[in-house]
T-cell receptor, first 112, second 116 residues
Framework: SQQGEEDPQALSIQEGENATMNCSYK?????LQWYRQNSGRGLVHLIL?????REKHSGRLRVTLDTSKKSSSLLITASRAADTASYFC????????????FGKGTLLTVNP | GAVVSQHPSRVICKSGTSVKIECRSL??????MFWYRQFPKQSLMLMAT?????????EQGVEKDKFLINHASLTLSTLTVTSAHPEDSSFYIC????????????FGPGTRLTVT
């Protein structure tokens, strides 16, 4: 089964608007992470939320986690053109192997 | 900081040849490194987990004899694609986990491999 399914697959908004991306997963997790990838580049870690946390903030980012629904959301407030990128959620399962399972990602386009 | 580099960034090779990709943690020690493959507009697929000084652990369906991984030091892991074929063309990304730190992975910029 596919862990970390994001929706929408693509999102296009205007600068200044908020962007919300969702992620669902299927198995128990230790934590869930959000990453950003600019086209053809590596990934940048944005935020990590542990399974016992419900909400976390970092600058313009707000992440929520609902373990009962096995879902998470990433909110980017006051978006900028520079936020244009693909955003992936990744889940780390329970155990000590530290492996991450990535979702398919949401391509966010912020129009100036 | 936590910077991971990959070399080369792009490589074109002919079918049947082997290609080595290096992943280095520049300012920290990485006991564990991960190798991923990413197809265009798709997600990252974990290929293998590389632990310093021991054999890599490969994910199901990944041929260990085709994708040779060596993690000889705490700052360097290499992925060698042996006898490359056009279907091996892809974007290969490595990541590294800091020794003692949990779960956060630091990613390299990726290597675009094209096999002709």
């Amino acid at each position: 089964s596919q862990q970390g399914e994001e929706d929408p697959q693509a999102l296009s908004i205007q600068e200044g608007e908020n962007a919300t991306m969702n992620c669902s997963y299927k198995t128990s997790i230790n934590n869930l992470q959000w990453y950003r990838q600019n086209s053809g580049r590596g990934l940048v870690h944005l935020i990590l939320i542990r399974s016992n946390e419900r909400e976390k903030h970092s600058g313009r980012l707000r992440v929520t986690l609902d373990t009962s629904k096995k879902s998470s959301s990433l909110l980017i407030t006051a978006s900028r053109a520079a936020d244009t990128a693909s955003y992936f959620c990744a889940t780390a399962g329970r155990g000590s192997n530290y492996k991450l399972t990535f979702g398919k990602g949401t391509l966010l386009t912020v129009n100036p | 900081g936590a910077v991971v580099s990959q070399h080369p960034s792009r490589v074109i090779c002919k079918s049947g040849t082997s290609v080595k990709i290096e992943c280095r943690s520049l300012d920290f020690q990485a006991t564990t490194m991960f190798w991923y493959r990413q197809f265009p507009k798709q997600s990252l697929m974990l290929m293998a987990t590389s632990n310093e000084g021991s054999k890599a652990t490969y994910e199901q369906g990944v041929e260990k004899d085709k994708f040779l991984i060596n993690h000889a030091s705490l700052t360097l892991s290499t992925l060698t694609v042996t006898s490359a074929h056009p279907e091996d063309s892809s974007f290969y990304i490595c990541s590294a986990k800091k020794a003692g730190e949990s779960y956060e992975q630091y990613f390299g910029p990726g290597t675009r491999l094209t096999v002709t």
